[in-house]
Each structure stands twice: as C-alpha cells, then as structure tokens.
C-alpha cells in the first residue's frame, strides 16, 4: 500500500516562506513523491516490498480517512496510539512514520514533519524506492524551514542514490547553493536545468528564470539579464518585467531602449509611484522630447500622484522651458521659486523672463540667483543678466555680468564677444545722446 505525501496538500496551507519558495521553483505545488516514484523508478528493478498486516492496514486505512477529512488531530492521535501498537514490524512502522510525517506537514509543523520522515528512512525494511523519495521530501521540508545547509546535503545524499535527477532536483539544489552564496555552483545548476528543458521544447518554468536572473544580476553580467528579461516578458508576461528591463538598460547604457521599456509600463498604467513617473519624465526630457515629459507630470499632478512640490515644479518648468514653451514655463517656475526660494529655480526664470523680453524681470531673477547661490552654472546666469541689460542699454553693467560669466572657460568665448559688442554699442549711444538724439539711455533696476 502506497500512501500519499507532500503533494497532497493544497499550496495555500503552506506558510509564506514555502509559498514562495515552491511557487517559484516547483508550481503548481510541492512533487508527489508517489509521482516522483513513477517517474524515477519506471524503468528500475527493485526489491520486493514487505507486507502490511491485517490489524495495521485496517488502523491506516481509518487514518487515510481521517486525512482526506483533514481531521489532522484525529489522524495524530490514531497514528501515535493504535497504530504504534498495531504496526508492529519495521515496514509497517515506516508507513505510520510516512503518514505521521504527512500529518505534520499538514499542520505546518515542518520540523516534527522532517523527524517523522527520517524515522521512515531509518527503518531497516523501509521500502527503497519510497525511502529515496522520501529524501527529496526532507530536503524540501529543509528549504521551507531555511536550513538551507542541510537541504542542500540531503539533496547531494539524494542525488547520489536517485537513477534519475531531472531539472526540478537541480534547481532546487541551485537554490539552496545560493542562499549559502555558492553562486557559481547554482548558477551552473539553473544553467543545466534550463538549457536541458529547452533542448527537448519544454517552457523552462518562470522561477528558474528567476534565479538564473538574480544570479546574473549579483555578477553584474547586465547584458545576459536582459536577455532573461525578453524571455519572461514573452513567455511570463507581467509588467514589472518590463520596469527591470528598464533599468537593465540603463546600466548598460541604452537610454532609448530603457524609454522604451519603461514607457511600456506607464502606458499600461502600472506606474503610480512619483519617483518612476518623475524618472520617465526625465528620460523624456533626455531622448529630446521635453514636451511628453511635461505631460507625465502635469497628469501625475492632476491625479495626486506627483505632488506639487518646489523640486517637481521645478522639472515640469524645466520641461517646458527645453520645448522653447516659455509662458508655460513662467507661471510653473514661479511658483516653483516661491515655494523653495533655491536659486537654481531663479537662474532657471531669469532665462524665461529674457525669452519673454520681460529684462526687468530677468534681471531681478538673475540677481536673485545669484546672490542665492546653488547655481551649477553661474556663468550662464550671467550671461542672461548680461543681456538682459543690455536689452535695458545698461551697457557699463552689462559688461560687468559677461566679465563675471568669461571666468568660465565654457563662456569665455562668447561673453568677450558680448563685451566687445556692449562697449561698441554703449560709445555709439553715448554719442547719439551727446549730440541730442532723443533715445533710451539706461533704465535701472
């Protein structure tokens, strides 16, 4: 009589820990050992197996019962009681173990379960073929209570005396490897598995992806994690794929790639989070298409999941200061500066100002700016101011800006050109008013 284990119970009686762990590596749900046993031992001599007697079949048989009804105390109390007593030789003793390793399982009392199964192992006229299978039920049991030392050695025990090790075995023992951080050894395990299942035409199951990914991914090799990525996207489509893929590509940097990917997700609508819209907002902004990044945001604000806060005022008027949209620009940096008063927003509106031939303004925002400070490049802000001024026939201040922007090396050029034209464009004004010309001169700010 062959008595059912593991794989009788319904996954959703397993703690999270198992859930997880054999979701991953062995959906749908734990191996039948009984199954196991067909598969394993199908084409394998083995020795006779031992009799259960009259008394102990009839105790089993009512406690088979009892675990159909999952009666779990009733089927203990039988098992450790009548069934002890009436079982007497060591086969039968073996399946009272088995069926008490079962009922254990069942109440996840996964250690008394492991001491249940291994006094089934260790009895002398255990049947070999459910002993063997046995082993891999124990080392499982390991994993789900992460020992992961010892489920990693019963399984080597196991897979010594097995005729046949298949792709399950392998990764679970792969997985074992790399919770003690022996990632080699369960990288080559996972490797086996999947490159043995896709050489007959089988679908790999998503979870040894997974690892195999995880792996990968800790060696830093992003190139080959990407390309598990494009195969559980087509085969296990779900969309945090697509994120990872994301990311994937901006380590190795290919930015429209990663705009791509990610762009997949928002589309979808299963990006909801500020930091991941803000960032697909930047990478908008980056591919040179400022004017799709200021929509995520504004329709991030609108819906509440961007906040309107100085920082993300300041990218959304950033945005649209870069697709040359200077009266969106405006009321949004205005703001932005009023709320954080950082002199970067105030660089950033004295630029809107000058676009908008607003110079007083500009130049009341690049003063700002600069007395403020924060600003990455203050020559460019007084550049503006330069400008600005000059627009305002400040001449003599407006050379004084642009001599403050050449101490950068980047403005250099330009600013000594701007010069030249304030001092030529400042002595011929002079003269036109000398002469009585009635035109603008100078208007302070």
């Known amino acids: 009589?062959?008595?059912?284990?593991?794989?009788?119970?319904?996954?959703?009686?397993i703690k999270v820990a198992a859930a997880a762990l054999f979701s991953l590596l062995l959906a749908p749900g734990i191996v039948s050992a009984q199954e196991e046993d067909e598969r394993r031992f199908a084409d394998t001599k083995t020795q006779q197996r031992h009799a259960v007697g009259q008394a102990c079949g009839k105790v089993l048989e009512g406690v088979q019962v009892l675990t159909e009804a999952e009666n779990w105390a009733a089927a203990r109390r039988d098992l450790e009681g009548s069934a002890m007593s009436a079982c007497k030789t060591s086969y039968e003793k073996s399946q009272v173990y088995n069926f008490l390793g079962y009922v254990y399982y069942s109440q996840d009392r996964y250690q008394d379960a492991v001491n249940a199964y291994r006094n089934m192992v260790n009895e002398p006229q255990v049947d070999e073929r459910q002993a063997i299978s046995t082993r891999y039920t124990i080392a499982q049991l390991y994993l789900i209570l992460e020992d992961y030392a010892r489920a990693a050695k019963e399984l080597e025990e196991w897979m010594k005396v097995s005729p046949i090790v298949g792709a399950d075995a392998k990764v679970l023992l792969g997985q074992a490897y790399y919770q003690l951080e022996r990632r080699d050894d369960a990288l080559r395990l996972v490797n086996d598995a999947i490159a043995d299942q896709e050489s007959k035409g089988n679908l790999p199951?998503?979870?040894?992806?997974?690892?195999?990914?995880?792996?990968?991914?800790?060696?830093?090799?992003?190139?080959?994690?990407?390309?598990?990525?494009?195969?559980?996207?087509?085969?296990?489509?779900?969309?945090?794929?697509?994120?990872?893929?994301?990311?994937?590509?901006?380590?190795?940097?290919?930015?429209?790639?990663?705009?791509?990917?990610?762009?997949?997700?928002?589309?979808?609508?299963?990006?909801?989070?500020?930091?991941?819209?803000?960032?697909?907002?930047?990478?908008?902004?980056?591919?040179?298409?400022?004017?799709?990044?200021?929509?995520?945001?504004?329709?991030?604000?609108?819906?509440?999941?961007?906040?309107?806060?100085?920082?993300?005022?300041?990218?959304?008027?950033?945005?649209?200061?870069?697709?040359?949209?200077?009266?969106?620009?405006?009321?949004?940096?205005?703001?932005?500066?009023?709320?954080?008063?950082?002199?970067?927003?105030?660089?950033?509106?004295?630029?809107?100002?000058?676009d908008l031939d607003d110079n007083e303004k500009s130049v009341v925002?690049?003063?700002?700016?600069?007395?403020?400070?924060?600003?990455?490049?203050?020559?460019?802000?007084?550049?503006?101011?330069?400008?600005?001024?000059?627009?305002?026939?400040?001449?003599?201040?407006?050379?004084?800006?642009?001599?403050?922007?050449?101490?950068?090396?980047?403005?250099?050029?330009?600013?000594?050109?701007?010069?030249?034209?304030?001092?030529?464009?400042?002595?011929?004004?002079?003269?036109?008013?000398?002469?009585?010309?009635?035109?603008?001169g100078c208007k302070r700010v």
């Open 1 to 13: 009589m062959q008595y059912s284990t593991l794989g009788s119970k319904k996954t959703s009686g």
């Open 205 to 354: 199951k998503e979870g040894w992806w997974s690892l195999q990914r995880v792996i990968y991914y800790e060696k830093n090799d992003y190139k080959k994690v990407a390309d598990i990525l494009k195969k559980l996207i087509i085969h296990y489509p779900n969309f945090s794929y697509w994120q990872q893929l994301g990311g994937m590509y901006s380590e190795l940097n290919q930015p429209i790639n990663q705009l791509v990917a990610t762009e997949v997700s928002y589309l979808a609508g299963k990006m909801d989070q500020e930091r991941q819209l803000v960032s697909l907002a930047y990478m908008f902004m980056g591919a040179e298409a400022p004017y799709m990044g200021a929509r995520i945001i504004e329709k991030g604000m609108r819906e509440g999941k961007i906040k309107r806060s100085a920082e993300n005022l300041e990218v959304l008027g950033l945005a649209y200061q870069q697709g040359q949209d200077s009266k969106k620009a405006l009321p949004v940096l205005e703001e932005a500066a009023k709320a954080s008063g950082k002199g970067a927003i105030y660089a950033r509106l004295a630029g809107v100002y000058l």
């Open 365 to 440: 925002a690049a003063r700002n700016a600069i007395q403020r400070g924060g600003i990455q490049r203050i020559d460019m802000t007084y550049m503006n101011l330069g400008n600005a001024l000059i627009n305002l026939h400040c001449y003599n201040d407006a050379i004084s800006a642009f001599r403050n922007a050449a101490r950068d090396d980047r403005s250099a050029k330009y600013a000594s050109q701007w010069i030249d034209f304030a001092t030529q464009e400042g002595e011929r004004r002079a003269k036109l008013i000398e002469s009585g010309a009635k035109i603008a």
